[in-house]
């Protein structure tokens, strides 16, 4: 019996470890602020999120994204699934300088949504006939995905500094 309750408690020491580690080594993004949209007794509040990012491929473009972030004790550890509602905005913030291998669905942005099944995606278009960037934003389930999305266009243009 106490062979038993010590592989137990190592396994459940090897968890809260790894546990520990998924933590901190969570990605962080330029996040631009946040509002609370529900109180929590225990933990902080369910909110949402607005993060900043550049696009890594076009230089001179910026997006933002909002997203529903849940609270409480399970969203403190990271375990909690939040939904996959998210706002997406991409403006032309310099000139507009672009790796010539661009690729057509390629990912610029990416975000745990749940521990493990659940992932924000923001993927990139260039539309050539309309010298437009089309930026959409998805969440994806391993076993079921979400309709719900977001669009954000740049146009092209001339930048002329101020």
């Known amino acids: 019996m106490q062979r038993v309750g010590r592989i137990a408690g190592v396994f459940l020491l090897i968890l809260v470890l790894l546990l520990a580690l998924w933590l901190w080594l969570r990605p962080g993004r330029g996040t631009t602020g946040e509002v609370s949209t529900n109180f929590r007794w225990l933990g902080p509040n369910d909110r949402i999120v607005v993060d900043g990012f550049d696009d890594p491929k076009v230089k001179g473009v910026a ?6 972030v849940t609270g409480g004790i399970k969203g403190e550890l990271g375990l909690a699934e939040d939904t996959s509602d998210a706002s997406i905005a991409c403006r032309q913030v310099g000139p507009i300088r672009m790796d010539a291998d661009l690729k057509d669905g390629e990912p610029v942005f990416e975000e745990r949504r749940s521990f493990i099944f659940k992932r924000l995606h ?10 437009v960037l089309v930026y959409v934003s998805y969440s994806d389930r ?8 977001s669009i ?8 002329v500094a101020p």
């Open 63 to 68: 997006c933002h994204i909002s997203r529903a």
């Open 152 to 159: 954000s266009t740049v146009p092209i243009m001339g930048w």
């Open 142 to 149: 391993v076993i079921k995905g979400s309709p719900k999305n």
């Open 122 to 131: 923001v993927v990139r278009f260039f539309d050539k006939q309309r010298n």
